[in-house]
């Protein structure tokens, strides 16, 4: 039984890595940029759902889609007003120009917020679902389900709508895109501010189980790279496989090593998918 919650924890805890990383998939395989203010960007919007929920009563699940509409736009203005100028540049550049708006976002949030760990905790608690000897926090459960449910939603937005296949278009070949009409600058700030809704609308769904601070969002960078090379780029399942396993090795690592070491023992399975299948489980071998 014992494996069966560590299971069942790493299954619930690979729900939200998916939907931390499948914004920043998306952006690293649309625009080739590897985009550092991930993290913070999730941080921000477990700020956001936490004053929100602290001192207006607003839940955390009802702000998400405000949350989420908040931070589209404000993606796809730095995209269109900042990025955008640079979007041809080698990929060093991006990832400097990236670096350096994560940290005006995280210092600004140092000063606004302090380094201060706070938890979203809410009033009454949603309690625990018990299956026999399997304990499920409610709490998890929800931020499991919302989180593939956004994840499911946003592949349905790249299969089935037209801007969708406009995104998908202009990352297999940006040139042929253009040539047949495709306004290639507009589609990568709507795929920006599609990474920053993922990102802002995981947000909460992370504070309500762990503590926030701008000192996280590093923790958080790094969960959503491991995920995009154990998944592979190139399709929104790969990141929620990526996800699954590595919640899943987590929550083993947690149990076998101790919980400081998880984090260890995932960097560590990146390294050897790196060296041995850099394409990851899904992902399509060639992509640039």
């Given at each position: 039984m014992l494996w069966l919650q560590v299971l069942a924890n790493g299954l619930m805890l690979g729900g939200l890595y998916a939907c931390i990383a499948a914004g920043f998939s998306l952006v690293w395989g649309v625009l080739n940029v590897i985009n550092i203010l991930h993290g913070s960007l999730i941080v921000l919007g477990g700020y956001l759902a936490y004053f929100g929920y602290t001192l207006w009563g607003i839940h955390p699940f009802a702000s998400i889609p405000l949350i989420g509409a908040l931070f589209f736009v404000l993606g796809y203005l730095v995209q269109a007003s900042v990025i955008n100028r640079m979007i041809a540049a080698p990929v060093l550049l991006t990832l400097t120009l990236t670096f350096g708006?994560?940290?005006?976002?995280?210092?600004?949030?140092?000063?606004?917020?302090?380094?201060?760990?706070?938890?979203?905790?809410?009033?009454?608690?949603?309690?625990?679902?018990?299956?026999?000897?399997?304990?499920?926090?409610?709490?998890?459960?929800?931020?499991?389900?919302?989180?593939?449910?956004?994840?499911?939603?946003?592949?349905?937005?790249?299969?089935?709508?037209?801007?969708?296949?406009?995104?998908?278009?202009?990352?297999?070949?940006?040139?042929?895109?253009?040539?047949?009409?495709?306004?290639?600058?507009?589609?990568?700030?709507?795929?920006?501010?599609?990474?920053?809704?993922?990102?802002?609308?995981s947000g909460p769904l992370l504070a309500m189980i762990f503590p926030i601070s701008p000192l996280t969002s590093s923790a958080y960078l790094g969960k959503a790279f491991v995920v995009c090379v154990l998944g592979g780029l190139g399709s929104v399942p790969a990141v929620i496989v990526g996800g699954i396993v590595l919640g899943v090795v987590e929550s083993l690592a947690s149990v076998w090593f101790g919980s400081e070491h998880a984090i260890t023992v995932s960097f560590v399975l990146l390294i050897g998918f790196l060296i041995f299948k850099p394409t990851g489980l899904l992902g399509k071998k060639g992509f640039e």
């Open positions: 708006l994560d940290l005006m976002l995280n210092n600004a949030m140092l000063v606004a917020f302090k380094a201060d760990f706070r938890r979203l905790t809410l009033e009454p608690p949603l309690g625990t679902l018990e299956l026999g000897e399997l304990s499920l926090p409610v709490d998890r459960m929800l931020a499991m389900v919302l989180a593939i449910a956004l994840t499911g939603l946003l592949y349905l937005v790249l299969s089935r709508s037209r801007i969708g296949r406009a995104i998908v278009a202009v990352r297999m070949d940006r040139w042929a895109a253009a040539l047949m009409g495709v306004n290639v600058n507009r589609i990568y700030a709507i795929t920006f501010g599609l990474g920053a809704l993922m990102a802002g609308a």
